[in-house]
């Protein structure tokens, strides 16, 4: 099975909903997680959301039956980010 990544763009102040703004399987995903790490960006995995994910267009903004989804990773996101700054 390929490996899938998704990477999404959110700005509060320009959109409602966060964007796909990368999304690809196999050497695409390896690329997008490689260009995560070079930029520090952690990496949620979730095999089933990424698979949801990966149906959206690009640019296209995540629909309302994800928004539970995106923000519980946005949780985990803003978690992770202050675990990093106590390092």
Known sequence: MDKKAVALKYENQRT???KVIAKG???IAQKIVEKADEYEIPI???EALANSLMEIELDEQIPPR???A???VFVWLMKSEKKAQLS
Do not use: V, W
């Open 16 to 18: 409602s909903a966060p």
């Open 25 to 27: 399987k196999g050497a």
């Open 66 to 68: 994800l928004y539970k």
């Open 70 to 72: 995106i923000a519980e």
């Open 44 to 46: 949620f995995q979730n």
